[in-house]
């Protein structure tokens, strides 16, 4: 067997392994905020900031679906400005993280491998502008951990996309942020509280209706073919 005539193919199987890996090793752990926040309490701030930080990256790393955990644990802990800057220095390191991985491994692959109609949006998506990264990255509907893998799978440039990351993210963290903090913990045993929270802060509610316009505006750019 020739290896190097199948090492795309072998990277690439390589990254799916590892993100199976990663999920399947994520599955056993359970997270409460609560413990989280009385372990942050033993710290002073300074400390506690990096800690939270550091188990932001390695646990939501390992646990797809960790970070509504983090938010929460966030916005209670440390409020809705502070957290949001602490969420967006994580999810920065993350955005590298992710973005170098799926580009070592799996680019190449895509590459040789889509047909013509992905490879013309491939680098459709290469040419979409700062504008329109920024956007994805501000709008609170699409994961961040399959955004991050997405840009390093196309053309996408990494400068162009972290600085998306960078200035984009935190409109979407302190939008969510200031929700997690106005509803608290009720979110979890009355997920309704969110209702009634837009309600008393309609300038939230019509910000959300307005990413998603914005999102849509997106899709259907790429689709198109002019």
């Not at 970070?67 to 502070?82: E, S």
């Not at 799996?106 to 502008?129: A, H, M, P, T």
Request: charged share 15%; with cysteine; net charge positive.
């Amino acid at each position: 067997m020739n290896i190097k005539k199948y090492r795309h193919e072998i990277e690439f199987i390589l990254l799916i392994v590892i993100l199976l890996w990663i999920w399947y090793a994520g599955r056993s752990m359970r997270l409460d905020s609560d413990i989280i926040i009385s372990s942050l309490r033993a710290f002073p701030l300074i400390y506690s900031s990096v800690i939270y930080v550091l188990l932001y990256v390695v646990v939501s790393f390992l646990i797809f679906f960790s970070k509504d955990v983090f938010w929460l644990t966030g916005a209670l802990f440390f409020g809705p400005g502070y957290s949001t800057f602490l969420i967006c220095i994580a999810e920065a390191i993350n955005a590298y993280i992710l973005f170098y991985l799926a580009r070592r491994f799996g680019r190449k692959f895509v590459e040789n491998k889509v047909s013509e109609k992905y490879r013309y949006l491939d680098e459709k998506l290469g040419r979409i502008n700062f504008a329109w990264l920024f956007i994805f990255r501000a709008a609170p509907l699409i994961p961040y951990r399959f955004m991050d893998l997405a840009a390093g799978l196309t053309r996408i440039k990494f400068a162009r996309y972290m600085l998306a990351v960078i200035i984009g993210s935190p409109l979407k963290m302190f939008w969510v942020q200031s929700v997690l903090y106005g509803v608290g913990k009720n979110i979890l045993t009355n997920p309704m509280a969110i209702i009634g929270y837009f309600q008393e802060n309609r300038i939230l509610m019509y910000f959300s209706l307005i990413y998603v316009v914005l999102v849509i505006m997106v899709v259907l750019k790429i689709s198109s073919r002019d």
